[in-house]
Nanobody, 116 residues
Framework: QVQLVESGGGLVQAGGSLRLSCAAS????????MGWYRQAPGKEREMVAR???????AYADSVKGRFTISRDDAKNTLYLQMNSLKPEDTAVYYC??????????WGQGTQVTVSS
């Protein structure tokens, strides 16, 4: 079993910053990639940023230049630094882990609300 626990969400004014964390535990092996997804009310879940086991990153066009994904392998923790936040970034943010076996795991989500 793999457990993913997100933290760091909250309410912030437009232009502000937040850092999300995702602590992974359990049978963590053979990680293909980890990432952050978000889902706003009435919208589908979308990829925000992801990082492969080799450290290659990818970002949604809407967050390029504002968000940075990183990980600390010693702590089994994934991060998402979010700067210059906009009201349209408001969503529940989910941590995702895909193993080389293609087993996929999700966290419970953390709410990010950006006020204008």
């Amino acid at each position: 079993q793999v457990q993913l626990v997100e933290s760091g969400g909250g309410l912030v004014q437009a232009g502000g910053s937040l850092r999300l964390s995702c602590a992974a535990s359990g049978n963590i092996f053979g990680i293909n990639r980890m990432g952050w997804y978000r889902q706003a009310p009435g919208k589908e879940r979308e990829m925000v940023a992801r990082i492969t086991g080799g450290g290659v990153t990818a970002y949604a066009d809407s967050v390029k230049g504002r968000f940075t994904i990183s990980r600390d392998d010693a702590k089994n923790t994934l991060y998402l630094q979010m700067n210059s936040l906009k009201p349209e970034d408001t969503a529940v943010y989910y941590c995702n882990l895909v193993q080389t076996s293609l087993s996929t795991h999700w966290g419970q989500g953390t709410q990010v609300t950006v006020s204008s």
